[in-house]
């Protein structure tokens, strides 16, 4: 609900197709706010989304395997993905928000 409401009423992102970059047409963009904070937000939420997905999909691998498969992940390999997965968020907002991709405002 929060992510249809800031890709839908607040930002309203058109992506533009060849090139890395969008045009924002929201209520954020239209008060003057700077585009990178609304498409930090985006990209947090969207981060957030697809790690939650991928960390429940390796946690079912996980209790299906069995215990002397090669498959079956070390205890510490297992933390060290979580850790992993979950910093890629600030990182990508990171980049985000410091204007590393192309944000135009209408």
Known sequence: ???DLVGDVLVQFVVLTPAVGFYCFGVVCRDGIPVNVPLALFVALGCLVAVGI???????HQTVVPETSLFKLNKLFYKLLHVGAWSACPVGTHFTCNGYVIVGQY
């Open 1 to 3: 609900m929060l992510n």
């Open 54 to 60: 991928t960390m429940c999909f390796v946690f079912k």
